[in-house]
């Protein structure tokens, strides 16, 4: 069972920056695509961003369009990490995000090709 285990949410004002990191516990992980969702109150988990496994692409990334130009997913093979640096934050960014594991290598903006998830970690961008 791979765990995943996020960190560096918190309470900023709009503009200001934030980095996200996820680290999984197994090798294994990269392997396979991860992913970034968000899911704000009363709202359904959306797509952010997503990073293919290395062998698939070379470390492809995607993003939805309300983030591009401003968040940036990458990973670290040698510490099984994840991160997504978040700038310019915007007040309707705020939302508990997750990590995920892909099923595959490919990349997906699709939440039922994710198989594992992190707990969550609560983004609040204030105005």
């Known amino acids: 069972q791979v765990q995943l285990a996020e960190s560096g949410g918190g309470l900023v004002q709009a503009g200001e920056s934030l980095r996200l990191s996820c680290a999984a516990s197994?090798?294994?992980?990269?392997?396979?695509?991860m992913g970034w969702f968000r899911q704000a109150p009363g709202k359904e988990r959306e797509f952010v961003a997503a990073?293919?496994?290395?062998?698939?692409?070379?470390?492809?990334?995607t993003y939805t369009d309300s983030v591009k130009g401003r968040f940036t997913i990458t990973r670290d093979i040698a510490k099984n990490t994840v991160y997504l640096l978040m700038n310019s934050l915007k007040p309707e960014d705020t939302a508990v995000y997750y990590c995920?594991?892909?099923?595959?290598?490919?990349?997906?903006?699709?939440?039922?090709?994710?198989?594992?998830w992190g707990q969550g970690t609560q983004v609040t961008v204030s105005s």
């Open positions: 990073v293919a496994a290395v062998l698939w692409g070379g470390g492809y990334t």
């Open positions: 197994e090798v294994a992980f990269n392997r396979r695509g």
């Open positions: 995920a594991v892909g099923r595959w290598a490919a990349i997906s903006r699709t939440r039922q090709d994710y198989e594992h």
